[in-house]
C-alpha cells in the first residue's frame, strides 16, 4: 500500500548520516588513496593506476548483484534499511585495512593493496546499494524525494569537509606521538617524514587517522538504521533475468549513467589530481595573506584547505538543488550546470600561480563546487524517476538494482578518473619523491611536460567530460511533465 506521508525533521538527517558516513570513506579514497600508494605504500604510479582501475571495475560490476539480492530481501525492518545494521561493522574494518601497510616485500604487498580494497569496495557495495534504493521506497512523493536526496547530499559533503579538513591534521597528531620530529604542516607535513614501509611512523599515521574516521563511520550508519523507515512496499514478481532486460531496454536508465559518470569522472579527476597539483604546481610552503580589521595574518594554502572549502561550498550547492529543479526542471538544471562547469575549468587553467592567484584559485574551487553540490541531489533524484518509470512500464519493482547502476557509474567514474590521473602522469615523465626526498621536503624540478599535464587535468580535461555530459544529457526524455503523469498512473496502480 502507497502512502504520501510527510517524513519528519528527524528521519531527514537520519537518512543524511548513511551518505555523510560513505563520503568521509570516499574522499579519502578518492582523493588521497593515489597519493597514499605511490608515496607512503610504495607502489609505482603504473601499478597505483592497475589497482585502481581493475578494483573499481569489479566494485563497479559488483553493484548490480547486490542491488538485485537487496530488491528480494524481505525483514521486518523493510528490504534495504537492514543492510545498514548488518555491514556497518564491516565496512569501518575494511577501511582500517585498506590504509595498513604490512612488513612485506613488493610483490606481497602488491597482493595485499588488490585483496584490502577489493574487500573494501565490495563491503561499500554492501551497504551503499541498499542505502541509496531506500531513496525509492521512503515516500512516494517527486518533491520528497528531491528532499530526502537534499538532505543526503548536504551531510554527504558535510562528512567530506570533516573528513578531508581532518585528515591531515590527525595524520600530523599521530606522527607527534612517533620519535620522529615535525616538519611542516599540510600535504607537506604529510610527505615530511621518511617513507618506512615496515611500519613506519609515515604509515602508523595514515593507518591511525582511519581508524579515527572508521569509528565515526560505524556510528553514523547505525544512527541511519535507528531514525529511517521504509514506507512503501514493493515485490518484485519478476525473474532476475527479466529485470535485466529490462533494465537494458530502459533508454532513460542509459542517458542518465551515461551523464551521471560524467559527472562522477569531473569530480575524480580534479580531486585526484589536487594532491599532485599542491606539491609540484603551488608547491608546498606558499600562503594566503589576510587582513581583519587592524590584524594581519597568513594561512598555509595546502591540498586538505582547498579541497575542504569545496566541500562546504557543496553544501551550499545542495541547499539550493530543490528551489532550483522545481524553478527549471531537473533536465534543465542539468545542463545548465555543465555548462557553468565547462566554462569554469576553461577559466581555470589561465589563473596565475601567484599570490592573487592562490584567491582566483579558492575562488574557483568555490564556484565550481557550488554546482557539483547541485548535481549530486539532482542525479539521485532522477534516479528515483527513472525507478518509477521502470515500475510503471515494465511492472517490475527494481529499485535496488537501478540505484545500484547510480554507484556504479560513480565507481566507473572513479576508477577511469583515478587510473587515468596515474597513468597520465607516468607517461608525461611525472617523477615520484624518494624516501630522502620526502624527509628532507626537497623540491622536485618535474618536466614540463609533467607540469602541463596536473594543469589540464585540473582544467581542460574536466571541462571536456562537462561537455559529454550536457550532449548526453539532451536526449534524456523524463521532463517535469512526463514525470508527474508517471507519478499519477503509479498512484492509481499502486492503490
Aim: with cysteine; aromatic share 14%.
Amino acid at each position: 500500500m502507497a502512502t504520501n506521508q510527510k517524513s519528519t525533521l528527524l528521519e531527514r538527517i537520519g537518512y543524511g548520516f548513511g551518505d555523510m558516513s560513505s563520503s568521509m570513506f570516499w574522499k579519502i579514497f578518492s582523493y588521497y588513496l593515489p597519493f597514499f600508494y605511490s608515496n607512503v605504500f610504495g607502489l609505482s604510479l603504473v601499478d597505483a593506476g592497475v589497482l585502481v582501475l581493475v578494483t573499481r571495475i569489479w566494485d563497479a560490476v559488483s553493484d548490480p548483484m547486490m542491488g538485485v539480492i537487496a530488491d528480494r530481501t524481505q525483514t521486518r525492518w523493510g528490504k534495504y534499511r537492514p543492510y545498514l545494521l548488518w555491514v556497518a561493522p564491516l565496512f569501518s574494518i575494511a577501511g582500517i585495512l585498506l590504509f595498513t601497510t604490512p612488513d612485506w616485500s613488493y610483490g606481497a604487498k602488491l597482493v595485499y593493496a588488490y585483496v584490502t580494497y577489493i574487500l573494501m569496495m565490495t563491503v561499500y557495495t554492501a551497504i551503499n546499494v541498499p542505502y541509496g534504493a531506500m531513496l525509492g521506497v521512503m515516500t512516494a512523493d517527486p518533491q520528497e524525494k528531491t528532499v530526502f536526496s537534499s538532505f543526503r547530499m548536504f551531510f554527504a559533503y558535510g562528512g567530506s569537509f570533516i573528513a578531508l579538513a581532518a585528515w591531515e591534521p590527525l595524520v600530523n597528531f599521530f606522527k607527534t606521538l612517533s620519535p620522529l620530529p615535525r616538519n611542516g604542516e599540510g600535504l607537506a607535513s604529510l610527505e615530511s617524514s621518511a617513507q618506512q614501509v615496515g611500519g613506519g611512523v609515515l604509515a602508523g599515521a595514515w593507518q591511525h587517522a582511519m581508524m579515527v574516521i572508521a569509528a565515526a563511520c560505524f556510528v553514523l550508519f547505525i544512527l541511519t538504521f535507528l531514525l529511517t523507515r521504509e514506507r512503501l512496499k514493493t515485490v518484485s514478481t519478476v525473474s532476475v533475468g527479466k529485470d535485466f532486460r529490462s533494465l537494458l531496454s530502459n533508454r532513460p536508465w542509459w542517458l542518465l549513467i551515461g551523464a551521471a559518470l560524467c559527472f562522477n569522472l569531473f569530480c575524480t579527476v580534479r580531486g585526484a589530481t589536487v594532491a599532485y597539483y599542491f606539491a609540484d604546481i603551488i608547491g608546498f610552503d606558499k600562503a594566503l595573506d589576510c587582513s581583519l580589521f587592524t590584524f594581519n595574518f597568513s594561512l598555509l594554502f595546502y591540498a586538505g584547505l582547498f579541497l575542504s572549502v569545496g566541500e562546504v561550498a557543496n553544501m551550499v550547492g545542495v541547499a539550493c538543488t530543490v528551489p532550483l529543479a522545481r524553478r527549471l526542471g531537473k533536465k534543465t538544471l542539468f545542463i545548465a550546470v555543465n555548462a557553468s562547469l565547462l566554462v569554469l575549468s576553461i577559466m581555470f587553467f589561465f589563473i596565475p600561480v601567484s599570490p592573487t592567484g592562490f584567491w582566483l584559485m579558492l575562488l574557483f574551487q568555490v564556484l565550481i563546487s557550488i554546482l557539483t553540490g547541485v548535481m549530486s541531489p539532482l542525479v539521485w533524484s532522477m534516479y528515483a524517476d527513472v525507478s518509477d518509470y521502470a515500475e510503471l512500464r515494465y511492472k517490475t519493482a527494481s529499485t535496488g538494482l537501478i540505484f545500484s547502476s547510480s554507484s556504479m557509474a560513480q565507481k566507473f567514474g572513479g576508477a577511469i578518473g583515478g587510473a587515468a590521473v596515474l597513468w597520465l602522469l607516468s607517461a608525461c615523465g611525472y617523477t615520484p619523491r624518494t624516501e630522502e626526498q620526502l624527509a628532507s621536503q626537497a623540491i622536485i624540478t618535474q618536466p614540463e611536460s609533467a607540469l602541463m599535464c596536473l594543469r589540464y587535468l585540473m582544467s581542460f580535461i574536466p571541462a571536456a567530460v562537462a561537455l559529454i555530459a550536457i550532449v548526453v544529457c539532451h536526449f534524456y526524455p523524463l521532463t517535469t511533465e512526463r514525470v508527474a503523469e508517471i507519478n499519477e498512473q503509479l498512484t492509481k496502480e499502486r492503490g
